[in-house]
């Protein structure tokens, strides 16, 4: 007896995670999705599914009655029969949709000018793309979930700066699924072959070596441009060329065709997303926050009040007509062929309907849950518009206990609206950096230091990364000279020899 109730247990266990598998993937799609991208899959999820209603357009009347009479066959011989045994369902529960923050708070106005505003037309986020090309790779379940797991966690430039482990070890506690080490490199490098060329490098030696292994092996300079990648990186990174050119025995000439070689390469794979943004230059903030304080000399005590731009988005609800209809269905005690296929049928409908309603539902619970705690943590820029605070995707994980790489979704593509601009959720997001009196700061505050450096030095001679450098270090922040070139070059200032030209 017990060991057929311990086998029965697994039994319903297994059962359960092949069940939820597919909407744990379409849940984390629909994370992932920007405002107009949720209009455009709930307006084809009304189209495909007609148990699905706007709320304001269901148009339920006597038409539809005698519709649905008509579908079930409903005839005067099973209208006497005493439902009191049916299944109570409690209908009226899908036919609100007043989540909290959800519909009661909304920047959407139809009457304002700039919502008549025809929007630019919806383009594929680099997750999206990305997700398209892993399907077909042909992986397995547990390979599924280590590329989901990668996709999820690259960065802006195309990177893949998570640790091996942590990914691993991720999918075993979330899933239950063992992972090695090994298994993850092999999806990993499955997944770096993959459109743009060298998405998902751990560096940029990485990054350049993917991509060209996959140019034409007869592009002119190729052999040499990887030996110098797999052999002399420390040489190439610090322009030590004559020092590459003596290493591996190749004159001025072969060196010259390699550096134009890897000239071609692409440094950073993930940025075209950003640069096509800014070609549609058109926004459309997911968010809006603004503080409200108490009054005067009360700001402490005040609120931040978080509201999510719904637009266009209609309030769905279950359509009552299939809902009398699959009443009538479970009035009858006998059924026919056809009428056991259309119970079936307006039973999937309605229960899909009530599936993507609560998607919904909890996609908008996620996404307020991260952005109330960017708030939280970056409460001095939301009331002031200044002072960006240290902070990385992990310290939203913790808070909302969800993994790094669904925070990366869900920020990925999303907007807030602010009093002092429109921000994308990715830039509260930088690391740390120590002072001299052991402050930590944001690095945003070092670059904007940084830019003010460079912005008054003397023309003739402008400031080589050393000196840059050592001034930084005099006001007191802890930085390596190739930390200061990473934040020039972010921030796309030339060095100092091309800044001396333009003067």
Wanted: glycine residues 6%.
């Amino acid at each position: 007896m017990i060991t057929q109730v311990t086998r029965q247990g697994q039994f319903q266990k297994q059962s359960q995670q092949q069940k939820l598998s597919p909407q744990q993937i379409q849940y984390v799609k629909m994370l992932q999705m920007s405002s107009q991208h949720i209009e455009q899959r709930i307006k084809e999820e009304l189209e495909n599914n007609p148990a699905l209603e706007d709320e304001y357009d269901t148009g339920f009347g006597e038409e539809q009655e005698s519709g649905a009479e008509d579908l079930t066959g409903t005839d005067t011989e099973n209208q006497g029969e005493d439902p009191a045994d049916e299944p109570e369902v409690d209908w009226e529960a899908y036919h609100t949709d007043n989540t909290e923050g959800y519909s009661s708070q909304t920047t959407y106005n139809e009457n304002a000018a700039d919502w008549q505003s025809i929007p630019t037309p919806y383009h594929e986020t680099q997750l999206e793309k990305l997700e398209q090309q892993v399907l077909m790779l042909d992986l397995d379940e547990k390979e599924q979930l280590i590329a989901d797991q990668i996709i999820g966690s690259i960065d802006d430039d195309g990177y893949f700066r998570r640790d091996i482990t942590s990914v691993a070890d991720g999918i075993a506690f979330q899933n239950g699924i063992p992972v090695t080490k090994e298994e993850v490199e092999a999806v990993l490098k499955r997944v770096q072959q993959l459109d743009p060329p060298g998405i998902a490098a751990r560096n940029l030696r990485e990054c350049l070596e993917v991509q060209a292994q996959l140019l034409d092996p007869e592009t002119e300079g190729l052999q040499t441009a990887l030996a110098i990648l797999k052999y002399t990186w420390s040489e190439f990174e610090k322009k030590h060329f004559s020092k590459i050119m003596k290493k591996l025995d190749i004159d001025e000439d072969e060196f010259r065709n390699a550096y134009e070689c890897l000239r071609m390469l692409d440094p950073k794979p993930g940025s075209f997303e950003s640069t096509e943004a800014d070609a549609n230059n058109y926004i459309t903030p997911d968010f809006e926050v603004r503080y409200e304080p108490a009054g005067e000399g009360g700001d402490d005590e005040g609120d931040f009040i978080i509201s999510m731009n719904r637009r266009n988005m209609p309030d769905l609800v279950v359509s009552r007509s299939y809902e009398q209809m699959l009443r009538d269905m479970e009035k009858r005690q006998k059924k026919s062929r056809e009428q056991k296929e259309t119970h079936v049928f307006i039973k999937s409908k309605i229960e899909s309907a009530k599936w993507f309603m609560e998607m919904l539902r909890q996609r908008q619970q996620t996404l307020m849950a991260v952005m109330q705690t960017i708030v939280a943590l970056q409460e001095t820029f939301f009331k002031s518009g200044k002072s960006i605070r240290p902070m990385i995707l992990k310290d939203v994980a913790e808070r909302v206990q969800l993994d790094v790489s669904t925070i990366s979704r869900v920020v990925n593509g999303k907007y807030v609206q602010t009093p002092f601009g429109v921000y994308e959720l990715r830039y509260f997001f930088n690391e740390g950096i120590t002072t001299e009196s052991g402050e930590e700061v944001s690095n945003l505050e070092v670059k904007n230091i940084l830019a003010g450096i460079i912005e008054n030095e003397p023309g003739d001679k402008p400031y080589s990364d050393q000196k840059l450098m050592e001034l930084l270090r005099k006001e007191g922040f802890k930085v390596a000279r190739r930390t200061v070139t990473k934040y020039r070059e972010q921030m796309k200032l030339p060095p100092a020899r091309l800044r001396k030209s333009l003067d």
